[in-house]
């Protein structure tokens, strides 16, 4: 198996040769191609990744993840599983899928027809090398009228030697007219300086619901990039939930379109960085359609030398008239040494709209840190405390109790360590 660095990700000899078929999905793969190629790396000279140095960050040789043959995972089936190896889409583990639900991997047969159309690849190849590589990717179709609940669950190096890897995994997920659906996404790493090249498309139906959580804590020594674009139809509500804490390189895309009256989005982020970790979310609210809501609040803690980047867009197209928009991002610093880059951006064309945006920035309150010393309560079990209590208002609106108890008790036992 070939080995690559970071400055071979986008030559052709990682796609292969060309494709000459005239298939869907193959045309798809080849414009993918031929735009990453183009792009090339992104560097700080490039806007929207003004702070990232990615040759800095990723220097390890990897290869490009296969299909597994052997895997020794044990899997907790309580609820609807579907289950991703090194990038992989594995029927086989996969358990209790819900009869409310289809899965069909993204092939030439059954690709949507708005495939690949909801993503954005402006100044990101990584959009593109996912759409050309990924394979067993999959189209999870909800139902209409069903309230559904899945976990998707990412294994990655389990089934490999020691050698670092490059993963594709790829969803295009339809919630149909009336349904409510419930999705918890997860990762357990094996090895480190792993690659994840995730990309999720999410076409939400009138009348419908998601609560997406994606639970992206102790990937540990290992480079994320995640993309999740979502196109939000009449009286729909998307909501997604971040939760990063204990991962060495993020980059979070997270894109929101509200094309017809009366959709809603809301986009939440609980993000924690100490040591040398860095985070960087990219989010994109476009609202096109009048009559519409979005709701934005990042919340973050900082420790050590990590680094935090918070870029928030939200659009308001011309006939987007009635439009209620807000977004907000809170740090906290607890290091000097800390780094914090946050920009968060307006760009109105519409006269009747109530938006506003803000960040907020400081250490914690001494007052509120002396109060709790003076009843007695020690130094550090205070400073926990004040922090929980500042991420609480991201992790107590997500709506599965499970795993809002098991998010609490990771962050527990991240601030303890801090």
């Known amino acids: 198996m070939n080995t690559y660095l970071l400055s071979d990700l986008l030559t052709s000899s990682l796609f292969g040769a060309e494709s000459t078929s005239e298939k869907p999905l193959s045309i798809i793969r080849q414009s993918a191609q031929n735009s990453a190629i183009k792009k090339g790396i992104p560097t700080p000279s490039k806007e929207d990744w003004k702070y990232i140095n990615l040759y800095k960050h990723i220097k390890t040789p990897f290869q490009l993840a296969e299909l597994p043959l052997n895997n020794s995972s044990h899997i907790d089936y309580n609820d609807s599983t579907l289950v991703f190896l090194d990038g992989y889409y594995s029927s086989e583990l996969s358990k209790n899928i819900s009869e409310n639900v289809e899965i069909n991997l993204l092939d030439d047969l059954s690709i949507p ?6 993503v954005n690849t402006k100044d990101n190849p990584f959009v593109d090398i996912n759409t050309s590589l990924f394979n067993h990717g999959i189209h999870i179709h909800c139902h209409a009228g069903e309230e559904i609940s899945i976990q998707i669950l990412h294994i990655i190096g389990n089934s490999s030697e020691s050698q670092s890897l490059l993963c594709n995994p790829r969803m295009f997920i339809s919630v149909q007219e009336n349904a409510k659906v419930k999705l918890l996404e997860s990762y357990s790493i094996y090895g480190k300086h792993h690659i994840i090249n995730e990309i999720i498309e999410l076409d939400v139906h009138a009348n419908s619901s998601i609560d997406y959580t994606v639970n992206q ?9 995640y993309g999740h674009y979502s196109s939000i139809k009449s009286k729909a509500s998307s909501t997604i939930h971040i ?10 895309e997270i894109h929101a ?4 009256q009366y959709a809603e989005a809301n986009i939440y982020g609980a993000i924690l960085t100490k040591k040398t970790e860095f985070v960087d979310n990219h989010t994109v609210v476009n609202h096109i359609a009048p009559h519409c809501e979005s709701n934005e609040l990042f919340k973050h803690i900082l420790n050590d030398e990590s680094t935090i980047v918070f870029n928030g867009k939200i659009f308001v197209f011309k006939d987007a008239q009635k439009t209620n928009a807000y977004q907000s991002n809170k740090s906290l610093l607890l290091s000097d040494s800390a780094s914090l880059n946050t920009k968060p951006q307006l760009e109105i064309f519409a006269d009747d709209v109530k938006c506003s945006h803000g960040a907020t920035s400081g250490a914690l309150d001494s007052d509120q840190l002396f109060y709790l010393i003076s009843r007695g309560i020690p130094e550090n079990t205070a400073k926990s405390l004040l922090m929980k209590a500042f991420m609480n208002e991201i992790i107590d609106d997500i709506p599965q109790e499970d795993l809002k108890e098991s998010i609490d008790d990771i962050i527990s036992e991240y601030l303890t360590r801090l």
């Open 243 to 252: 939760v990063n804490a204990g991962t060495s390189f993020t980059r979070n």
């Open 257 to 260: 379109s509200l094309v017809e």
């Open 113 to 118: 027809g708005n495939f690949n159309t909801l």
């Open 217 to 225: 804590t102790s990937l540990d020594d290992n480079y994320l990039f």
